[in-house]
């Protein structure tokens, strides 16, 4: 797993999101940390398992939600997310 850094070191967060993706993003221009997080962390998800983890059915607070992705990445394991298979959102 690359190093994506946490919302507790907020300077190499946003230089390695504004790397990848500019700066014009509302999130970026917001300081919304934790979605700056979670963007790199997604991406992260997707190079490694192949899928993206979504937010609409997701009612914990980002923070707990970019844990778990960093725990997936560590441990290899994919992301349960208890939405029923075959589920049409």
Request: charged share 35%.
């Amino acid at each position: 797993m690359k190093d994506i850094p946490s919302t507790k070191d907020a300077e190499k967060l946003r230089a390695m999101y504004k790397e990848a993706y500019g700066d014009s993003s509302y999130e970026y221009q917001n300081n919304m940390l934790d979605l700056l997080e979670f963007r790199l962390l997604n991406d992260a998800y997707n190079e490694k398992f192949g899928d993206y983890i979504g937010t609409m059915c997701n009612t914990r607070p980002v923070n707990e939600l970019n844990e778990d992705i960093r725990r997936c990445l560590e441990k290899g394991v994919l992301y349960e997310d208890d939405i029923p298979e075959g589920a049409i959102i």
